[in-house]
């Protein structure tokens, strides 16, 4: 990419090779890739970097661009900042510091990752007993018994569900979160550690 | 001032020893078919050619690149690109001149244009980048300071 630079300021960014017209001289699209770097800078037109943290974009969003240019290199850089995502649920106001309230008169609420993780984990754990409530029903109706295999590995489900609810509501900031979703490996390529929201029990033969 | 009917006899040897013609003092009424005239509808009995202006092989740094057509001197130019050119607004611009740009290609350079140079959606055209290409820009001049081009790119289809 790059940028048209005049009077030590970005006028335009081309994200692809066009024909543009500087100073009443047409150019062709084709000056992008044939002029080198010192005549390009001649009329005005510099390499362009965007840099963006790379980071996890369910936990940060983008923030605020800063702009440097550097008339000898002929290069213009814009680095855009980070910005963590609420962790927690945000009760929402108005530009006069009200609460907003939705059709009922309840407080609005944004919710926040933590929530959004939680009602991930609740989901998960819910599809995974599906399979096995038919078994359920049918010894509360009298039928065969849940197969102790099934039950205990229900109740793990439940277990493990639990407890990844309190991990995430333990968690101190979003790289926090991260770890809880990162499964370690070792150098061989064998699995280290399971991510703590990854690891749930191993589903039973009975289930299979 | 009375007129001389000279007819057509011929003036002797040295029977004019001195004499000037005033201007306007003569009218040349009799047209000859066989000549060309600005003011004349004709038809042209055999093809009638213009003679290609030969700007070189445009090489050199970047000041020495700027290729500026005097089209008092033809209305056909070729030169070979051998820089990254600018095809400079021209001088002696007379709407209703028309005429073509043969453009030989040499390696990877660009062309750029001035503004009188007016290409159809206001692009200017990608020249070929190969050496041994030709492309060809035919214009017709609207106005003195407004030519309109067309650029064909890679007439030979092959370097």
Not at chain 2, 114 to 139: I, L
Request: proline share 2%.
């Amino acid at each position: 990419m790059w940028a048209m630079v005049k009077a030590n300021q970005v006028v335009a960014i081309y994200r692809r090779p066009k024909a543009l017209t500087i100073d009443g001289v047409q150019h062709p699209s084709n000056i992008f890739s044939v002029w080198s770097k010192e005549q390009k800078m001649a009329i005005g037109i510099y390499d362009y970097t965007e840099v963006r943290s790379n980071l996890n974009d369910k936990y940060y969003r983008q923030g605020s661009s800063s702009t440097a240019i550097d008339n000898d290199a002929g290069t213009v850089t814009v680095t855009y900042a980070a910005n963590a995502k609420n962790l927690d649920d945000v009760n929402e106001v108005d530009e006069n510091g009200d609460a907003v309230l939705d059709e009922n008169g309840d407080q609005v609420v944004t919710l926040g990752v933590k929530s959004l993780e939680k009602q991930k984990v609740k989901q998960i754990a819910a599809g995974l007993l599906q399979s096995s409530d038919w078994m359920v029903i049918r010894a509360a109706e009298g039928g065969t018994a849940v197969p102790d295999a099934v039950a205990t590995y229900r109740a793990a489900v439940r277990t493990k569900s639990n407890s990844m609810e309190t991990a995430i509501n333990d968690a101190a900031d979003a790289d926090a979160m991260i770890a809880l979703e990162t499964t370690t490996y070792h150098a061989n390529g064998a699995i280290d550690a399971v991510a703590t929201l990854q690891d749930w029990p191993t589903v039973p033969a009975a289930l299979r | 001032m009375a007129l001389t009917t000279l007819g057509n006899t011929a003036f002797g040897t040295s029977s004019v020893v001195s004499a000037a013609i005033k201007d306007n003092a003569v009218v040349y009424n009799k047209l000859d078919a066989n000549t060309a005239h600005t003011d004349r509808n004709q038809s042209f009995t055999v093809a009638q050619r213009g003679s290609i202006s030969s700007l070189g092989v445009r090489t050199g740094p970047a000041a020495t690149n700027t290729v500026t057509l005097d089209l008092n001197t033809s209305n056909y130019y070729s030169c070979t690109a051998n820089a990254n050119l600018l095809f400079a607004n021209p001088t002696n611009v007379t709407a209703g001149q028309a005429g073509a740009l043969f453009v030989t290609a040499n390696g990877s350079y660009t062309s750029s244009w001035g503004s009188y140079w007016r290409f159809a959606t206001g692009t200017v055209p990608t020249m070929s980048t190969v050496a041994g290409k030709v492309d060809r820009v035919d214009y017709v001049v609207q106005s003195s300071n407004t030519i309109h081009a067309v650029a064909t790119i890679d007439l030979l289809g092959t370097a």
